[in-house]
């Protein structure tokens, strides 16, 4: 298959956007961990983390749900010999030639889900990239990264006009925690900010 392409530059190297199925990523990529040897205590591979199946499992029920949502890009390196490109697309023939620099987990859990064939999923590619280029992105992408509070996460939920067991329970959480009768008053931490001393002293002086 032949897919439109847009290029851009960045200081680390140059990279090609594009769009692609689930299904047609699945056929062209591969993961690659990295493998610790514990005879020799020495490390030899790819440069991904060994896949989680919790996570898999995860993102493959994820995708059969009515508001699955895969908008960020999965990005990928490829040899020149293993596509075709031109100035305005690519195509790639082979399967299994282009390795997963991120995001594994969701290549992997789209794999095992039934609901692939309903997604197109944004690509970045990288051509002819080194193998140290490829780690050191990796690296870059995942060992920067912020983890969101889970708190916070629930509480955009709120904003949602439907119903879901996640809108459900933060609106139960947020009523126990602003009701000056609830034993749980002021006590939660709704936006992932940790309650001070002295707030906490407050809150237990208050009458129930």
């Known amino acids: ?10 200081p680390v190297g140059d990279f090609i956007l594009t769009a692609m199925p689930a299904k047609e990523i699945i056929r062209i990529s591969k993961a690659d961990p990295r493998k ?58 082979g399967n299994k030639v282009a390795d997963i620099v991120d995001g594994q987990h969701r290549v992997l859990g789209l794999m095992q889900s039934a609901e692939s064939a309903d997604f197109v999923i944004p690509v970045v590619i990288m051509i002819d990239a080194t193998e140290e280029q490829k780690a050191l992105i990796f690296a870059t992408i995942n060992g920067k990264q912020t983890k969101v509070p889970a708190s916070l996460i629930y509480d955009l939920f709120a904003v949602t006009k439907t ?46």
Request: with cysteine; proline share 6%; glycine share 4%.
């Open 1 to 10: 298959m032949t897919f439109p392409i847009m290029a851009f530059a960045q």
């Open 36 to 93: 610790f040897d514990r005879v020799s205590m020495e490390s030899e591979g790819g440069i991904q983390r060994e896949p989680s199946p919790r996570r898999i499992r995860e993102i493959a029920e994820y995708a059969g749900t009515v508001d699955a949502a895969f908008p960020t890009a999965v990005l990928i390196a490829i040899n020149s010999d293993d596509c075709d490109v031109n100035k305005n697309s690519i195509s790639i023939a």
């Open 163 to 208: 119903r879901s067991p996640y809108k459900t329970s933060h609106e139960i959480a947020r009523a126990i925690n602003s009701t000056p009768t609830s034993a749980w008053f002021r006590r939660l931490k709704m936006l992932g900010k940790k309650t001070t001393r002295a707030h906490l002293k407050v809150c237990l002086r208050e009458p129930l």
